[in-house]
């Protein structure tokens, strides 16, 4: 990394460390605004994610999917929303088949682009989604099938996207099933990204590593990889995201059967990991799901489900929405702190996204995925608890300007 890029990040760690010593985290209220709703039985809108793009009023752009209910991963085209006005309307969805759609390969397979995530990038000032690729046939995911990094560069002025292509990687035998999808990532001052992803050897277990990559508006190109991190459990290590805060990096990983946490001064060399704990040492309970980060100059935030939300009815308990703070020095939840940020109806709400709108405003967007136990996982239009595929964004409305915003 460079030294400018040290330089930096060493004078925002001692502001925001000193803050968490001194107990003055963000305080904040949220806003939850339906984007949109409406349930067919049949398909349901999943992975809401969006990118901001600065100015007077930002500019949120919003991908999502559909998914068929009767399967497993059965993602097709991503389409766009967009607000000029922050939430007050919504344009869409404008579905983007052509450039971010399906496509046909040999041998009847289908090839789709999915769990897509927009952000800002500053230096050269495009956004940038990522994500990565599924293969099918039959409508039916292809096991051990060869999996990729995607991306998409968004045109602000048409509001089209680039046809998604995918990241070149070393011909190595362990990215044979290599992605980045649903992963948060961090932009450096200088334009490179640091990119989680999660890989394995064709019927190995995935392991996580960070990687650095450069993007010059037009092209992302590998350009080295962090240590790997892995656990000796079946199926391995899945869905890392990674967070900037006070001079260090934060990685959170998804796993069966827990979540883990780990730390890095340089975002790319990370130690062992923990288990994600309550700062009274017990375990959190997030498991076989999502977490990502929320960052404020003055706090750190964790976004998560858990068990123990009297929500032993919904799917591996990925509902409702939780947000706490972190102590980043032990780097434990405190409990004290817990907030919901979307409650459950039912439906998991475990798929979901980060934004940053601007100093003000941080969004947290999810969708009521409208999947449930049984043999083709289909959740009823009458079902009791009120879930109707409902596209949320929580908006977290900050009591005091996050001036780090933009520089991630």
């Known amino acids: 990394m460079k030294n ?69 991963d059965v993602f097709f085209a991503l389409n766009e929303m967009r607000t000029d006005d922050l939430g007050k309307t919504w344009r869409g969805p404008t579905e983007h088949g052509e450039t971010l759609g399906r496509r046909t390969e040999p041998g009847g397979v289908i090839v789709a682009a999915c769990d897509f995530w927009p952000k800002w990038h500053a230096k050269s000032g495009r956004l940038l989604g990522i994500g990565h690729t599924v293969h099918y046939r039959d409508e039916k995911a292809i096991a051990n099938h060869q999996r990729d990094t995607a991306w998409s560069v968004y045109d602000a002025r048409r509001h089209t996207w680039t046809p998604w292509k995918t990241l070149a990687m070393p011909p190595d035998a362990k990215f044979f099933n290599a992605g980045a999808g649903c992963v948060q990532r961090v932009d450096l001052p200088d334009g490179d990204i640091l990119l989680p992803v999660y890989y394995g050897a064709k019927d190995q277990p995935s392991r996580v590593a960070v990687l650095r990559c450069a993007f010059d508006g037009t092209t992302l190109r590998y350009v080295e990889q962090g240590n790997e991190l892995a656990v000796d459990i079946a199926r391995g290590l899945h869905e890392p995201s990674l967070a900037s805060f006070g001079g260090r990096y934060f990685l959170t990983i998804r796993q069966d059967n827990t979540g883990y946490v780990t730390g890095s001064r340089d975002g790319l060399h990370f130690g062992p990991l923990q288990e994600w704990l309550w700062d009274d040492g017990t375990s959190l309970g997030s ?115 996050n001036r780090d915003w933009n520089r991630r």
């Not at 949109?36 to 992975?47: I, M, Q």
């Not at 076989?288 to 976004?303: I, K, P």
Request: aromatic share 10%; proline share 6%.
């Open 4 to 72: 400018s890029t040290r330089l930096l990040l060493a004078l925002l760690a001692s502001a925001s460390t000193a803050a968490f010593a001194a107990g003055s985290a963000p305080g904040f209220r949220i806003q939850l605004d339906t984007i949109s709703r409406g349930y067919d039985g049949k398909t349901c809108w999943v992975h809401p994610r969006a990118g901001a793009i600065p100015g007077a009023v930002p500019s949120v752009v919003l991908t999502m999917q559909k998914l068929m209910l009767t399967g497993s």
């Open 287 to 401: 498991y076989n799901t999502q977490t990502h980060w929320v960052t404020h100059t003055d706090g750190l935030f964790l976004v998560y489900t858990r068990r123990g939300a009297n929500n032993d009815h919904v799917f591996r308990h990925r509902a409702p929405l939780f947000i706490a703070q972190v102590d980043p020095r032990k780097l434990r939840v405190l409990r004290s702190t817990e907030r919901v940020l979307v409650p459950e109806r039912g439906a998991r709400l475990g798929n979901f996204g980060v934004t940053e709108v601007s100093e003000n405003e941080t969004w947290v967007t999810v969708a009521e995925w409208m999947q449930t136990w049984g043999p083709n996982y289909v959740m009823p239009p009458d079902n009791k608890y009120g879930a109707d595929n409902s596209v949320y964004a929580a908006r977290i409305l900050w009591d005091k300007p």
